[in-house]
């Protein structure tokens, strides 16, 4: 597929679609950010993810970094088991969920 789109479905609700990949993520780094700008709770559903690598990890873990520093809250919905596994073998499965300050609260 080689391609990746986010959709903002309102109200703070993002869906990623397509692939997380080294080729496709790049441009979503700042256009992410910009489009969550004006949200303090974000939810990402990541269901519609077809393929992904390391780089999608990074993505969102850069997208966790990016929502503390900032004091937003950010959190995953239905992420890839690849991206799970990636993350646990890399030892930062923890930080998908750095991001959930409201956890609990949903």
């Not at 986010?6 to 869906?15: E, I, K």
Request: proline residues 3%.
């Amino acid at each position: 597929m080689d391609t990746v789109t986010l959709h903002d479905d309102g109200d703070g609700n993002f869906r990623v679609e397509g692939d997380l990949t080294f080729r496709t993520v790049g441009p979503l780094l700042d256009s992410g950010q910009k489009r969550f700008e004006p949200h303090s709770r974000i939810i990402i559903d990541l269901s519609a993810v077809q393929q992904s690598d390391s780089a999608g990890l990074s993505l969102l873990i850069e997208w966790v970094t990016w929502a503390n520093h900032s004091v937003r809250e950010i959190r995953y919905k239905q992420i890839p088991q690849r991206l799970i596994n990636i993350a646990s073998i890399s030892e930062v499965e923890d930080l998908l969920e750095a991001g959930e300050r409201w956890r609990g609260f949903l």
